[in-house]
Every structure is written in C-alpha cells, then in structure tokens.
C-alpha cells in the first residue's frame, strides 16, 4: 500500500510539473494558474455569490422555466450574467480537482494538514450538489434529466415515505414546492460552502483566497467575452411527456449521469461511496511516521532570546512564546507538534539558530557546510567556486546543467529553510558568489519560504543577512519548472560578474556561534 500511495504520488507530481512546463512556454511563470488553483477556486465562489445575488431577484419558483428563459434571452445582462455564473461552475470545480491534486503530488495532505484535505474534499462535494440544484432550477431538459436521474437514487434509500419519482410521472404539473425547496438548498449550500473554507484555513497563518490582481482580472475579463460569445447552453422546457430530440449536458459537474443511465442505483451509489471513501482516506494512507525529515520542530531554551520571529514566520501558526521556567526574563518558544508540519522555515527565522526539526537547525546547516561543501570550494579556479542552493523541488535536469556550468551543489528542503548565516560562511571561505534558486512563491511546498528568504536577504527582516556581506556576490532567483535553460543563463550571467569581482580572500575560520557548546536536542 506504501509503495503504491508513494507511486501515485510520484506520477501526480511529475504530471503537474510537466503541465507546469508547458505553461511557462507560453506564459508568465508568475501568472501560472496551475500554482494558484487553490486561490482561483476561493475567488470563484466570490464570483459565483454576485452572480447568483442577480439572477435570483429574477427567478420564479411557479414558472421556473420561463423565468430562466427571460433571463436567457436578456441581451445586456442577463444572458451573460447567467453564462458566467454557469461557466464560473465548471471552473470552480476544475480549478478545486488542481489544488488537490497539488497538495497530494507535494505530499501535503496528511497530518496537521489532514483538516484542510478533508474540509477540501467536502468543499467540492458541497459544490457539485449545489451545481445540480442549479440545473434543476432551470428546468429545461438537461434539468429534468439531472432530476429524474437523481430520483432514481434517493428512492433506493430509506429515508422518504414516497418515492420521489412521483414528481415527475406528468399525470400533474411539478409543485412548486419542489422549486421551492431547490431555491432553498441552492442557497443554504453556498452558505455552508462559506464554513467551510474557513475549516479548509483555519489552521494556516496568513491564508492567502485570491490570485494576483491580473490574474483576477483577466479571469472575469475572459469569462464575460466567453459568456457574451458562447452563451451557456439552455435546453428547452421540461416536458415529462416528450422526449426533446436533444439536451445540453455538463461533464463537469454531471459526470455520474451516464453511469446512472440504465444501471443499478446500489451499483452507482457503490461507486460514489468509494470515491468519497478514496478521498477522505488519502491523510491516513498517505501520512508518514514523525522521524527524519518529518521530524517536529524543537527549541533550545538556552538560545531562544524570546525575540519572537520563529512565531511570526511559522506558516501554520505552531509557535507561541509561553513564560520560561528560569530566571531570564524573556518569553521562550513553544512548538506544538500536532501543528507543526516539519517545514523547517523556523529554522532560518531564529538568529541565534535554537530551533527548527532535529538536524535541520541554523547550527546543523553550518555543520554540514562545513563539512561537505566547503572542501569542494577549496580546488578549481573562481568560477568553479559558485555554490548553488538548490530547493529539493526543483527539476533533477536544471541540478545537472548547473554541475556542468560548474557551480557546486547544495541542496535544501527548501530556500526558506535556508538560514543566512550559510550564506556569509560560504563567502568569507572562499566561495565566489551564492547563487539560490527555489520554488515560485505561489508553489511553496513550505507556503512562504521565498518570501521570508528574500525579506532577510534583501530587507533586512529579523535573522537577516549581514550588512558586511557583499550583496553583489548572492542572487536569489526563481526557478520554474520547464525553464531550466533560462535558470541556466541567469547562473552563467552571475558567476562570470562574481568572477569579475575581486577574488575573495579566504578568512580564518570563523565562529558565528556555532559549535560553543555541542549540539544537543532540548525540546520545549
């Protein structure tokens, strides 16, 4: 079962990342849709609420079908409306099956994350009923298909004293109660959809629900000129005793029609109950023992100065300062591990390096420096002294055209783990320039680590790089998926303008104290 879930993750993984490449051909890496799904489907239900606040005031429950049809047919703003509230449906749902799949491919879905997954799941659930209430309530054709079909299937349980096919027999008119209740639920739905997503962000600091302001824009720019150029699709009236000779139909949200057609309710209800099984089970399959790499994070009580930024920069809010059990007068760090995702951006938050997961601290990156890159710096001539931090997502194939450019390898979880004091260590021994290249910040495994990583080498945020160290030897850099050729050229231009500089001269071996007493593993 392990190999298996790991496999799958694997295969989504290198999917997405080839997506991923394909996009960054043809546009702005920036703007990336695929990074930002999540944020598209939190922005979409916004647009969905407008849009529905309009077309309800026009919506009549004792004539559902001709209320809808007027709408339709109002060139200025109702047709379009309409078509952007269909078309903004199908987008939800594609752009909320993408974010999953992201976070299952990055292997975020377990754990103190497992809330988000399974609010997520529902999330999408919730949606797609609301969408067949939605075509219910035009009842054209396609709606009394979606009707009937799901009819069928609430008539096998054991939950109404009447079989609810009754409704659409067509020896008398639909009541209007039905239309009523749909109303009703179609609204109710959305509202629960709105509890929701606040379960899905309730554990994440600093939740991010829109996509950049271009992207917004363009995104209901595009779904107007759709909707004014493709009106969505509308059916002809319902009719229980005619058979129209076509009915618009919906792949999106209506997939399990075609399966109902004709089969078994138990056999469709089975199918249905396992993929809802599948994907509320993915955080117990998929979660990993707490060791190694997935170790909580751990403080060091002798170190902590009570400064405060760990808890700032924690991406799931799993620390807080709490009294010390000492004479000191500052606050201390706590880690809750049932938070703690194991990210590891603690670790380059805290100056004195006292905290972060067991062997990922600032003094443990130090240590490894010391002992695995730092001889490697000492041979070759200038240019082969560039060290290249590499976040461990980024592509095998840009690893391997940077080793032949001649830069020295350092890979890390990811660039926000990256403590500055690495930086300075590796230029004043003798490494020419640092090049770093991560994750686009909307992609962050770890959510903010380019941010944080540019605040403190740029911005001078707290466990900042040093004013001493000469900015024009490091370069922080983005490198997406399917552009290692332009990663490669940015590296080339900065080695040969470090080159350029003045060779640097390789200092006594210098404390930034690490080592004064042997690392040891106290947790708070």
Known sequence: MVS???ATERLTRRTLRALDALMHRVADWRLNPLHQSGTIAAYLLAVL??????????????????????????PWLGSWMRSVHRYATDLFLVAA?????????????????????????????????????????????????????????????????????????GDRPVPSAFFFLNLFVHIGLP???????????????????????????GMVVGLIVLAIVLPAPLGPAADPLRLPATTPFNLSTSWWIPLADGRSPLL??????LVVAVAVAVPFVTRRPREGSFTPSVVDPRLCTGCDQCTQDCPWGAITMVPRDDDRPTLVALVDPALCVSCGICAASCAPMGVGPDGRTG????????????????????????????????????????????????????????????????????????????????????????????LRVYHDREAELQA?????RVLLTTAPAGLAGATVAEFVAFRDAVVALDQPTVEDDIDLRLLCEPLEKTAV
């Open 49 to 74: 609420t407008v849009t529905g606040l309009y077309l309800i005031l026009f919506y009549r429950v004792g004539a559902p079908a001709a209320s809808v049809q007027r709408i339709a047919d109002d």
């Open 4 to 6: 298996l879930v790991g």
């Open 268 to 273: 469709v209800w089975s199918v249905v109950s």
């Open 363 to 454: 003094r443990h990156q130090l240590v490894h420096i010391r002992s695995r890159v730092l001889p490697g710096l000492r041979t070759g001539d200038a240019a082969a002294r560039v060290v290249a931090v590499l976040c461990g997502q980024t592509d095998v194939a840009l690893r391997a055209q940077l080793g032949a450019e001649g830069a020295v390898i350092h890979e890390v979880p990811c660039i926000g783990t990256l403590h500055t004091s690495v930086i300075e260590l590796l230029l004043r021994q003798g490494a020419s320039g640092v090049f770093v290249a991560g994750c686009p910040p909307r992609d962050c495994a770890a959510r903010e680590g380019p941010k944080w990583t540019e």
């Open 97 to 169: 099956v993408i974010h999953g799949a992201r976070v299952f491919g990055q292997a975020r879905s377990w754990g103190p994350r497992a809330r988000a997954w399974i609010s997520g799941v529902a999330l999408v659930g919730v949606g797609l009923a609301c969408a067949w209430t939605g075509f219910v309530m035009a009842w054209d054709s396609f709606g009394q298909r979606v009707a009937l079909a799901g009819a069928r299937l609430f008539d096998v349980l054991p939950v109404l004293s009447e079989p609810v096919t009754r409704i659409f027999a």
């Open 468 to 472: 001493r160290v000469d900015r024009r």
């Open 191 to 217: 509202l629960m959809m709105g509890v929701g997503l606040w379960l899905h962000v309730s554990k994440v600091a600093r939740p991010v629900l829109a996509p950049p302001r271009p992207l917004r824009w």
